[in-house]
C-alpha cells in the first residue's frame, strides 16, 4: 500500500502520527477517544478520513503538539488552501501518476503548467478547488482507460 489509502481513509504513517501526537500530549486512552469522537466523528485513528485526520491534527497542534505534517500541510494559512485540501491535492495526485510524489515536483510543474501556481505551497483556497475538481477528472478519465 501506499502512502495514501485506496478507501479515501488515511495512511498508516498518518494514523503512526495521531498515536505519536497522543503519547507525546500523556493523553489517557478515554481523553484520546474523546478527542476522536469530538473532532474526527470515529472511534479509531484507523476510520478517519482526511478532514477527520485534519480536525484532529489541528487540535493536537493546538495543545501543543508539532510534527512534520504541520509543515508538509503548511498550517492553516489565511486564504491559502487549507491542510485538508492540500492532503487531498497530494492524494489525488498520487492517485493519477500511480505513486508517491515525495518531494511534490510533479505536482507542481502540473500546476503551475496548468493553474500558473509555482508550487503546492502557494495555491489558494479558492484554487485548490479548481485543482481538486480538474485532478478528480484526471484520475476518473484514467481509471476508465484501464477498465477498458
Known amino acids: 500500500m501506499g502512502m495514501y489509502s485506496k478507501s ?3 495512511s498508516k504513517k498518518q494514523i503512526a502520527l495521531i498515536h505519536v501526537a497522543k503519547r507525546d500530549l500523556g493523553l489517557t486512552d478515554d481523553e484520546y477517544r474523546s478527542v476522536l469522537a469530538l473532532y474526527g ?4 485513528a484507523a476510520e ?22 504541520t509543515k508538509r500541510t503548511y498550517g492553516s494559512r489565511p486564504g491559502m488552501a487549507t491542510p485538508a ?6 492524494s489525488l495526485w498520487c492517485e493519477y501518476v ?7 515536483a510533479g ?4 500546476l503551475e503548467k496548468h493553474h500558473k501556481v509555482t508550487a503546492l505551497r502557494f495555491v489558494s483556497s479558492e484554487k485548490a478547488s479548481k485543482v481538486i475538481y480538474a485532478l478528480k ?4 478519465r ?7
Open 41 to 44: 466523528d470515529c472511534e479509531s
Open 8 to 10: 479515501g481513509g488515511i
Open 85 to 90: 485540501q492540500v492532503d487531498l491535492i497530494r
Open 98 to 104: 500511480g505513486k508517491v510524489d515525495a518531494n511534490d
Open 142 to 148: 484514467k481509471s476508465k482507460t484501464k477498465e477498458n
Open 137 to 140: 477528472k484526471m484520475a476518473s
Open 107 to 110: 505536482l507542481n510543474n502540473w
Open 48 to 69: 478517519l478520513d482526511f478532514i477527520g485526520f485534519s480536525s484532529v491534527m489541528k487540535y493536537f497542534t493546538a495543545c501543543g503538539f508539532r510534527s512534520s505534517w
